[in-house]
C-alpha cells in the first residue's frame, strides 16, 4: 500500500493551493481506509499535525490552519484533499499525508501507520 501525495508548489501570501493524496495498492485492492491526515515539517521543526479526518468524515485542524484550511475525502477513491486558502509564509514546509490504518483484499490485510512522500509548500513573495 502506498499514499501518492500531489499538489504542491510556490504561491504569494494570500494565495491558495489544493494537495491530493490518494492511497493504492500494489496488488489487490483497498476496500477500507480509515483516518487520514496531513502533516507538515519546516526546516528545523518537527513534524505537526495540519489536519485530519476519520472514516466517517469527522474533521481536525491545528489551531495554527482552522478557517484557513479545508480537509476533505472521497472514499470511493481512496483520497483526501487539503484546500489551503490565505496562505502565510509560515505555512511554508513539506507536506505529508499519513494514513492509520488501510484494508485490502481480496487476503484481507491491514497496513498501519502509512505515509506518503511529502510534497513542498512555499508561500513567499
Known amino acids: 500500500v502506498q499514499l501518492q501525495a500531489s499538489g504542491g508548489g510556490l504561491v504569494q501570501p494570500g494565495g491558495s493551493l489544493s494537495l491530493s493524496c490518494a492511497a493504492s495498492a500494489a496488488s489487490g485492492y483497498i476496500f477500507s481506509v480509515d483516518a487520514m491526515g496531513w502533516y507538515r515539517q519546516a526546516p528545523g521543526r518537527e513534524r505537526e499535525l495540519v489536519a485530519s479526518?476519520?472514516?466517517?468524515?469527522?474533521?481536525r485542524y491545528a489551531e495554527s490552519v482552522e478557517g484557513r484550511f479545508t480537509i476533505s475525502r472521497d472514499n470511493a477513491k481512496s483520497t483526501i484533499f487539503l484546500r489551503m486558502d490565505r496562505l502565510k509564509p509560515e505555512d511554508t514546509a513539506v507536506y505529508y499525508c499519513n494514513s492509520d490504518r488501510v484494508g485490502t483484499g481480496p487476503k484481507l490485510r491491514y497496513y498501519y501507520d502509512i505515509w506518503g512522500q511529502g510534497t513542498q509548500v512555499t508561500v513567499s513573495s
Open positions: 479526518t476519520t472514516g466517517d468524515g469527522g474533521t
